[in-house]
């Protein structure tokens, strides 16, 4: 597994702003229903979307909690039942109440909906999405995301241009990136209200509202 992190850089200003007066936000959808990556009882696209329905809320605990209840904490097996909610959030082909717990963490810490990203003042803002990357077996490992980006240019003035990015990190080392741009520790994707800044050639595809990475070399 690994982590795709979506990061948020909001710039500071040389002039003083009213933060409150303009909201910036990234929306990250996914874009179909069809699993372009073989997976069973985790999603692949999103580890903590156990309906799949692109919302992260309550629900997707109380899959998990009520299937608890039902039969137990418990080895999955191999093959998920057509129709299966993703129980296994942790990834560790098991169902248990950590998987209930991450789903509850991620609600406590953005909130529930589709995943988003909102500067926060001169801060970083990130969120990561545990995603399955499979392996040479598997042949082309295609990611596909639609990202409706939304950028404050209120000030003309700033150190930086805002700016979203995409990094593949290795879950156990945040700190590690698994492709990048050639350069360990750098974004596979770097968006702005200009376009498309920076991008790891040939592993990245973007035509303005779809962001498509090749995972075949992870």
């Known amino acids: 597994m690994s982590f795709?992190?979506?990061?948020?850089?909001?710039?500071?200003?040389?002039?003083?702003?009213?933060?409150?007066?303009?909201?910036?936000?990234?929306?990250?959808?996914?874009?179909?229903?069809?699993?372009?990556?073989?997976?069973?009882?985790?999603?692949?696209?999103?580890?903590?979307?156990?309906?799949?329905?692109s919302f992260i809320n309550a629900m997707d605990a109380l899959y998990v909690i009520n299937d608890l209840n039902a039969n137990g904490s418990r080895l999955l097996p191999q093959n998920k039942p057509v129709g299966s909610k993703y129980l296994d959030c942790q990834g560790d082909?098991?169902?248990?109440?950590?998987?209930?717990?991450?789903?509850?963490?991620?609600?406590?810490?953005?909130?529930?909906?589709?995943?988003?990203?909102?500067?926060q003042g001169i801060f970083d803002s990130w969120q990561d999405l545990r995603i399955t990357v499979?392996?040479?077996?598997?042949?082309?490992?295609?990611?596909?995301?639609?990202?409706?980006?939304?950028?404050?240019?209120?000030?003309?003035?700033r150190l930086m241009p805002d700016l979203m990015s995409v990094y593949l990190v290795d879950p156990n080392n945040a700190s590690?990136?698994?492709?990048?741009?050639?350069q360990p520790g750098t974004s596979l994707f770097s968006l702005s209200a200009s376009g498309a800044i920076e991008k790891a050639n040939g592993l990245v595809s973007w035509d303005g509202r779809?962001?498509?990475?090749d995972l075949s070399q992870v």
């Open 93 to 119: 082909g098991y169902a248990s109440a950590i998987d209930a717990l991450v789903v509850i963490n991620h609600l406590n810490s953005f909130g529930s909906g589709r995943r988003t990203i909102r500067s």
């Open 176 to 182: 590690s990136t698994l492709l990048d741009r050639g």
């Open 210 to 213: 779809i962001l498509e990475l």
């Open 4 to 53: 795709l992190v979506f990061s948020r850089y909001h710039s500071a200003s040389l002039q003083k702003k009213k933060a409150a007066k303009h909201r910036r936000y990234t929306l990250i959808e996914k874009l179909e229903s069809r699993l372009m990556m073989t997976v069973d009882w985790r999603n692949p696209t999103d580890g903590v979307d156990v309906d799949g329905d």
């Open 134 to 157: 499979g392996g040479p077996s598997f042949g082309a490992r295609i990611y596909r995301v639609e990202i409706d980006a939304q950028f404050d240019n209120s000030t003309a003035t």
